[in-house]
Nanobody, 122 residues
Framework: QVQLVESGGGLVQAGGSLRLSCAASGRTFSTTAMGWFRQAPGKEREFVAAISWSGGSTYYADSVKGRFTISRDNAKNTVYLQMNSLKPEDTAVYYC???????????????WGQGTQVTVSS
């Protein structure tokens, strides 16, 4: 079992930045692939970014490439999502996710956090 707790969401103006954090506990974090998803009102949940257990591989949705950066600190059991140049269309609930596989964490993660709201005003 893996427990995930997100933090760092909030309200920001377009063009601004936010950094989300996800603290993990349970399964050995350093061997777990981690990801971020988001769900906007009336839309399906969508993949945002993923990072391998070592941090050596990352993967991004085209919509956030060049603006968002995923990273992790295995000593702190925490994964981050740095979001820059935010747009109103980035408004969503952002969810942290975990899985043993980089492929699975990008599609059907085994574990989910409770979500944190990000609102970008125009």
């Amino acid at each position: 079992q893996v427990q995930l707790v997100e933090s760092g969401g909030g309200l920001v103006q377009a063009g601004g930045s936010l950094r989300l954090s996800c603290a993990a506990s349970g399964r050995t974090f350093s061997t777990t692939a981690m990801g971020w998803f988001r769900q906007a009102p009336g839309k399906e949940r969508e993949f945002v970014a993923a990072i391998s257990w070592s941090g050596g591989s990352t993967y991004y949705a085209d919509s956030v490439k060049g603006r968002f950066t995923i990273s992790r600190d295995n000593a702190k059991n925490t994964v981050y999502l740095q979001m820059n140049s935010l747009k109103p269309e980035d408004t969503a609930v952002y969810y942290c996710a975990a899985s043993g596989s980089m492929v699975v964490v990008r599609t059907t993660p085994n574990y989910w956090g409770q979500g944190t709201q990000v609102t970008v005003s125009s």
